[in-house]
């Protein structure tokens, strides 16, 4: 996936965007798919951070992948890794850049009407402890650790019987 993420980076091709994300494309809402179209390039980087978060939460989480700690930790680690990838590089890196650009992503992710306004609720609030954690430049192996630290610590949120509470050490 970094191989990938660099060379569509780098390349900043349009066209080698077009050929990673086709199948992804199509499970994407409208809001998401406009950000696609206007900004080519970022959505090869949000797709990269989406995949990373997505095996890495498989790897640690036997369980709550769907509202429970899993779920708040691949929120979680998909807005640090977004708010780092969307920072630029080098002498560019800004932080502010990197977490106004994720939450723009993150927010059209969230625009679905089918989706229970707790869900949405859970979602937007670890999305934002994710983007919260980006004070600088972090490895992927330093965010994850700081991710799962947050959701460990109770400072994420996942639903129990339909309530949003705070999440917990079990995986």
């Known amino acids: ?10 390349s900043k ?14 499970n994407l ?3 998401e798919k406009k950000l ?22 498989n790897a640690i989480y036997k369980n709550g992948l769907h509202n429970g700690n899993g779920d708040a930790f691949r929120h979680t680690y998909w ?3 977004m708010a780092t990838m969307l920072a630029g590089y080098g002498s560019s890196f800004n932080t502010s850049n990197g977490k106004t ?37 972090y490895s992927s192996k330093d965010l994850e ?5 947050k959701v460990d610590a109770g400072s994420c949120r996942r639903i129990v019987n339909n309530k949003v509470v705070a999440t917990t050490k079990a995986r």
Do not use: C
Request: aromatic share 10%.
């Open 13 to 26: 091709s349009y066209r080698v965007t077009a050929r990673y994300l086709p199948s992804a494309y199509e």
């Open 79 to 81: 807005n640090a890794e």
């Open 101 to 137: 650009n994720a939450k723009r992503w993150a927010d059209a992710h969230e625009e679905n009407k089918n989706q229970p306004a707790n869900e949405k609720q859970m979602d937007l609030f670890n999305n934002n402890v994710g983007r919260s954690i980006v004070n600088k430049k």
């Open 1 to 10: 996936m970094i191989k990938l993420y660099n060379e569509i980076y780098e």
């Open 36 to 57: 696609v179209k206007s900004y080519p390039a970022q959505a090869a980087q949000v797709y990269t951070a989406s995949s990373l978060a997505t095996k890495r939460t």
């Open 145 to 149: 650790k700081k991710a799962l630290a």
């Open 29 to 31: 809402n409208s809001a």
